[in-house]
Nanobody, 127 residues
Framework: QVQLVESGGGLVQAGGSLRLSCAASGRTFSIYAMGWFRQAPGKERDFVAGISWNHITYYADSVKGRFTISRDNAKNTVYLQMNSLKPEDTATYYC?????????????????????WGQGTTVTVSS
């Protein structure tokens, strides 16, 4: 099973940018579908973005056009570039993995489908 470690969170002003990274180790990274989820205090953990083994991407409507998910299979890393950040983006961001070749957004939006999670990295956007 793959292990995940997120990094890149921090404090940023509204309108700013951050890039989160998720480093994977263990199994062959390229066969995993990857996702980013976030959880604000007192709220559910929600889907943010997902990327398939062949780099097809999926986004929540709330981040579409502002966030970009990508992966570098040679580095066993998935990224989340976050631009035009808003205070409502404040949350702990989690990287997640599920083994297999999945297509279609429904394969990426349900957190119960992901079996491996990182520890999370916190993003705070000040107004």
């Amino acid at each position: 099973q793959v292990q995940l470690v997120e990094s890149g969170g921090g404090l940023v002003q509204a309108g700013g940018s951050l890039r989160l990274s998720c480093a994977a180790s263990g199994r062959t990274f390229s066969i995993y579908a990857m996702g980013w989820f976030r959880q604000a205090p007192g709220k559910e953990r929600d889907f943010v973005a997902g990327i398939s083994w062949n780099h097809i991407t999926y986004y929540a409507d709330s981040v579409k056009g502002r966030f970009t998910i990508s992966r570098d299979n040679a580095k066993n890393t998935v990224y989340l570039q976050m631009n035009s950040l808003k205070p409502e983006d404040t949350a702990t961001y989690y990287c997640a993995a599920r083994e297999g070749y999945y297509s279609g957004s429904s394969s990426y939006t349900r957190r119960a489908d992901f079996g491996t999670w990182g520890q999370g990295t916190t993003v705070t956007v000040s107004s």
